[in-house]
């Protein structure tokens, strides 16, 4: 069963423009929520997590129970936050990946 | 500090050879995973590993693959025999402890290609 969504495997914007990258979980209970990002030629590391509530490199996640999702959003996208994003949950010993989006940023 | 290691970081071997994979993980994180990536895919988690004792392989395909955390500190995955479907990266993490909402920290993956 697919347990994360991430619906788009491209997403291109304009430097500057607002960017969200949708992320859709299934799964009851509380699971934890995070997202991962890997820039080229490099590892894959965390970017942020739900229990955390923080804002990194200007992008925040909220958790919304009602529609299962974690939305990424940046207000203003910027040239360097071009990457892979994927979305991740965690269940008692389980974590699971989405397929990732390539987050493309154009001068 | 120092990373999550990983070696070899490229590997081609032809189907039904046997191969391994090494990870040392930053000091003092308790908890080690191997995750195989496939081409177009996210990370899928196969084994996890909490000090030397394994928490979770439910989706190891135990047949042909194994792995070990004999001292709770490096750690061996093994492919034997090798499969066509096994080409992947394999992904080595750590992290303190295995709490669902703790950060896990990643090596740089091998690359692993069957022929």
């Known amino acids: 069963a697919q347990r994360v969504t991430q619906p788009e495997k491209l997403l291109s914007v304009f430097k500057g423009a607002p960017v969200e990258l949708k992320c859709n979980y299934s799964y009851s209970g509380s699971p934890e929520l995070f997202w991962y990002v890997q820039y080229s030629r490099q590892r894959l590391q965390l970017l942020l997590r739900h229990i955390s509530r923080e804002s990194i490199k200007g992008f925040t996640a909220d958790l919304n129970k009602g529609e299962t999702s974690f939305h990424l959003k940046k207000p203003f996208a910027q040239e360097e936050d071009s990457a892979m994003y994927y979305c991740?949950?965690?269940?008692?010993?389980?974590?699971?990946f989405g397929t990732g989006t390539s987050l493309t940023v154009i001068p | 500090e120092a990373g999550v290691a990983q070696s070899p970081r490229y590997k081609i071997i032809e189907k039904r050879q046997s191969v391994a994979f090494w990870c040392n993980p930053i000091?003092?994180?308790?908890?080690l995973y191997w995750y195989q990536q496939i081409l177009g895919q996210g990370p899928k988690l196969l084994i996890q590993?909490?000090?030397?004792?394994?928490?979770?392989d439910s989706q190891l395909p135990k047949d042909r693959f194994s792995a070990e955390r004999l001292k709770g500190v490096d750690s061996t995955l093994k492919i034997q025999p090798a499969k066509l479907e096994d080409s992947a990266v394999y992904l080595c993490a750590s992290s303190l402890n295995g709490d669902r909402g703790i950060v896990q920290f990643f090596g740089p993956g091998t690359r692993l290609t069957v022929l």
């Open positions: 590993f909490q000090n030397n004792g394994v928490v979770d």
């Open positions: 000091s003092g994180h308790a908890t």
């Open positions: 991740a949950l965690g269940w008692g010993n389980q974590f699971y």
